[in-house]
């Protein structure tokens, strides 16, 4: 296995699994393929793989349902890849647990930076109980000292064993989620913009002066959602994530 571990692409289309196979391969993973979904899903689980690119439209079934089973064993990075344009599916997609979301055509270069940017903020596993990153293996998360660890209200948030606590409880993140609570919680109260946050989830991919549209900004708002959900966030009377309309989000004042 190579440093950055196993990627495997779910993908029908002959010469579009060719195309990603390469560009993954030359990224640095070993790459497995699967031109079926149930046979994505089965490669994915008895590989353990770190990264996903996967094809919305399967001949068995969709992507959608692909990522749900594998969302119950892993935690894979995952990128959707679809010839549709529609914006329901980018957010059906973030809302089932995807890390990206990538339309067809795509650029080679603009894959690979992303899955780049993915690979460079590694991600506690809580499926499997290890720390997740590029470079040798690590026997157990890193410890951090105790001062470093970003505290508010009950939430402790770890930025290098990348694990989140709530009252004491392990919560499960995704890359995004993570990242944009890291964003919030290091703003101390600062109010951070929807484009400042599409930065904060795409990383280093997307330049200072990088277009962003609105499809970008709706895919933050679907991540804070999803990050409110998991917190069990009470939107009407926030106790981390307080929104600001027309502007963005942050973090809501200490409880006594």
């Given at each position: 296995?190579?440093?950055?571990?196993?990627?495997?692409?779910?993908?029908?289309?002959?010469?579009?699994?060719?195309?990603?196979?390469?560009?993954?391969?030359?990224?640095?993973?070993?790459?497995?393929?699967?031109?079926?979904?149930?046979?994505?899903?089965?490669?994915?689980?008895?590989?353990?793989?770190?990264?996903?690119?996967?094809?919305?439209?399967?001949?068995?079934?969709?992507?959608?349902?692909?990522?749900?089973?594998?969302?119950?064993?892993?935690?894979?990075?995952?990128?959707?890849?679809?010839?549709?344009?529609?914006?329901?599916?980018?957010?059906?997609?973030?809302?089932?647990?995807?890390?990206?979301?990538?339309?067809?055509?795509?650029r080679p270069r603009?894959?690979?930076?992303?899955?780049?940017?993915m690979m460079r903020?590694?991600?506690?596993?809580?499926?499997?109980?290890?720390?997740?990153?590029?470079?040798?293996?690590?026997?157990?998360?890193?410890?951090?000292?105790?001062?470093?660890?970003?505290?508010?209200?009950?939430?402790?948030?770890?930025?290098?064993?990348?694990?989140?606590?709530?009252?004491?409880?392990?919560?499960?993140?995704?890359?995004?989620?993570?990242?944009?609570?890291?964003?919030?919680?290091?703003?101390?109260?600062?109010?951070?913009?929807?484009?400042?946050?599409?930065?904060?989830?795409?990383?280093?991919?997307?330049?200072?002066?990088?277009?962003?549209?609105?499809?970008?900004?709706?895919?933050?708002?679907?991540?804070?959602?999803?990050?409110?959900?998991?917190?069990?966030?009470?939107?009407?009377?926030?106790?981390?994530?307080?929104?600001?309309?027309?502007?963005?989000?942050?973090?809501?004042?200490?409880?006594?």
């Open positions: 296995m190579t440093d950055l571990g196993i990627a495997v692409v779910v993908e029908d289309d002959d010469d579009v699994r060719n195309l990603l196979e390469a560009v993954l391969s030359q990224a640095g993973f070993e790459v497995h393929s699967a031109a079926r979904g149930r046979e994505g899903v089965d490669v994915v689980r008895r590989l353990e793989a770190s990264v996903v690119t996967l094809d919305l439209g399967l001949p068995d079934i969709d992507g959608f349902e692909v990522l749900r089973r594998i969302r119950e064993f892993s935690d894979a990075y995952v990128i959707m890849l679809t010839a549709r344009t529609d914006e329901l599916d980018t957010l059906t997609a973030l809302h089932t647990g995807a890390d990206d979301f990538m339309t067809k055509p795509f603009e894959l690979r930076a992303r899955v780049a940017a903020r590694p991600r506690q596993d809580t499926f499997r109980g290890v720390y997740r990153g590029t470079g040798s293996a690590h026997a157990g998360a890193p410890v951090m000292p105790q001062d470093s660890v970003l505290r508010h209200n009950g939430l402790e948030l770890n930025p290098d064993s990348r694990t989140v606590t709530v009252d004491g409880a392990a919560t499960s993140l995704t890359r995004s989620e993570f990242d944009l609570l890291h964003a919030l919680l290091k703003g101390a109260g600062a109010v951070r913009s929807k484009s400042e946050l599409v930065r904060v989830v795409r990383g280093e991919y997307y330049a200072a002066d990088a277009y962003i549209g609105e499809s970008d900004e709706r895919a933050v708002e679907v991540h804070i959602g999803n990050l409110r959900r998991k917190l069990r966030e009470d939107p009407l009377h926030p106790r981390w994530l307080q929104t600001i309309r027309g502007v963005g989000y942050r973090l809501a004042p200490q409880r006594d």
